[in-house]
């Protein structure tokens, strides 16, 4: 297991070395740190939304009984992937039953998907209920189905989620779970050796990639496309571009 | 999740009111339907997904006023006397009626629905019969028709045999032991059994939400059975529906969802129908209880001439 997390930890030293591994074979060309790091905040978002994208894929082929359990469970795979950036935090009570939704400032990250939203009732939380602009009016107006404390409901606008009833109004009322996006990666190094930058993982703004390691040949080639583009080498993009497709036809 | 304790259910752990819990198991909170649909027949693999949970809740409330209106038995009671007007409010939950009774002496009499109106609203008129209107333009209406101040006044005769009737208190003769009345003589073969009854009738005007009494009903104790749709006033904690069922509602808004979604086949929506009707047949079935125990006392009764 440390193995493992040792391997995780220093992912993007790897990345960076296979990448300027293939671009210095031919002599295509070098990338600086800096550009390697825009390069490698590109590709990390990436492919961290094709992990909706393929989850939701994997269930369609669930549905059509052309994915397996165990082993062949691949929605498992992708479930426990987006499961490692969730985030359970209280939102930030701004005004009368208005909230912050989560943010940097607010619950330490940005959201990418909010998952579900809880009405802390005393000791039992209640699931909120996301509804939207276009319905909710009616959905006040409605006898039948107007949010109450037992079938709570919110929306939002901009940065602001309104809860409902109105009555929600404490800090520490509403609870968020959400998916963040990942940290933004970033190489960093001590000092130049030989003309080349000497990887430092202990400097305070290092941060390594958070996907999984099965993920570095994608980052890679990922990369490397931004990078061919970058130095103008039209053959590594291709490459790239290539290994990539092959890649994804593997995992259809 | 625990159920609660003992001492919950007796004594609501101290708490007032302490008869809060009791009979509580009979019943799955509407809360508790909502949430186990959600959980059990929508999501990826199910045939309900992506319905927002207001469409359950929507669905799962109908479901339950359908329920209350016939297969439940769920009868409310209210008693109350009747005022000088003659009227008795309908209740805040009333939907419908099943029996309206006096009660006096420490008995309940049934009370008879009258087949004739004993109510109606009016316009003020002139001596020539038009109707009188105010600077706005709408009829002038008094305060009660002739129809009403006769009822209330007690002076509207009643086709049924009681104080009101045309005939009580007319005298007749007695003759080789035979009474005879002159009304009757030529004119009347029989009794019409849809009016023989000595006590007061009614009428609901459900548009002013109230019963109208014909006289003689004026401060006596009238009580009122009837069903409400189970909405408890819009309080959703206290909606609940019996066990028996429970299947039944998640079948129902199973397939009322179903049924309204674009692009379900058809056999999917009859599929779901089907299940959905049989469940009702034997939540029925099981509410109505039938058992010998039941039966036994009416059994006893089989060999008695009915003369």
Known sequence: MLIFALK???????????????????????????????????????????????????????????????????TKGYSEVIDSFSVTANLAHIATNTFSVPTELTTDSDYYLINKVLFVDGTSLKEMEQVSHSKITMLLNSLYTAPS????????????????????????????????????????YLSLTGGEPAFDSTASDYQDFELPLDDEPDLIMKILQYAGMSIREIAAVQFAQGAENKDDADQK | MAYITQYKYYENDGASPKDENWGSYQYVSLAD???????????????????????????????????????????????????????????????NWVRVSVYENGVLRPLT?????????????????????????????????????????????SIYLNQNSSFNGLEGYCCDGNWYFDYSIGARFGLNTETANINPTFVINKQAGVINFSSGMSNRSCVLEYVSDGMEGGEDTKINLNKMFEDYIYAYIEYAILNSKLGVQ???????????????????????????GRLLMNMRGQNKWIK
């Open chain 2, 113 to 157: 629905e009258n087949i004739q109106t004993n109510w109606s609203s009016a316009y003020l008129q002139d001596n020539n019969n038009d109707i009188l209107f105010d600077h706005a333009g709408n009829a002038l209406e008094p305060g009660n028709s002739n129809l009403d101040l006769d009822r209330i006044r007690g002076s509207k005769r």
């Open chain 2, 33 to 95: 339907v909502v949430n186990n649909f959600m959980l059990m027949y929508a999501g990826n693999h199910s045939l309900v997904n992506n319905e927002e949970r207001f469409k359950v809740l929507f669905h799962a409330k109908r479901g339950i006023q359908e329920l209350n209106y016939d297969a439940f038995k769920e009868i409310k009671i209210l008693q109350l006397n009747v005022d000088d007007n003659l009227r008795f409010v309908l209740p805040s939950d009333y939907v």
């Open chain 1, 8 to 74: 995780v930890l220093q992912m993007i030293n790897s990345v960076r070395n296979t990448v300027l591994s293939v671009l210095n074979k031919n002599n295509y060309g070098y990338i600086s740190p800096s550009d390697f790091n825009l390069f490698a905040k590109q590709a990390q978002l990436d492919i961290f939304e094709d992990y909706f994208y393929q989850y939701n894929y994997q269930i369609n082929k669930e549905n059509a009984r052309q994915s397996g359990t165990g082993y062949a469970d691949i």
């Open chain 1, 149 to 188: 404390t037992t079938f709570p409901a919110f929306t939002i606008e901009e940065s602001t989620l309104t809860a409902y009833p109105d009555t929600i109004d404490e800090y520490e009322d509403v609870k968020c779970q959400y998916i963040r996006y990942p940290e933004d990666p970033k190489w960093t």
């Open chain 2, 266 to 292: 058809e056999y999917v929506v009859g599929r779901a129908r089907k299940r959905k009707q049989a469940l009702l047949r034997n939540a029925k079935i099981r509410l109505s209880n039938i058992h010998p």
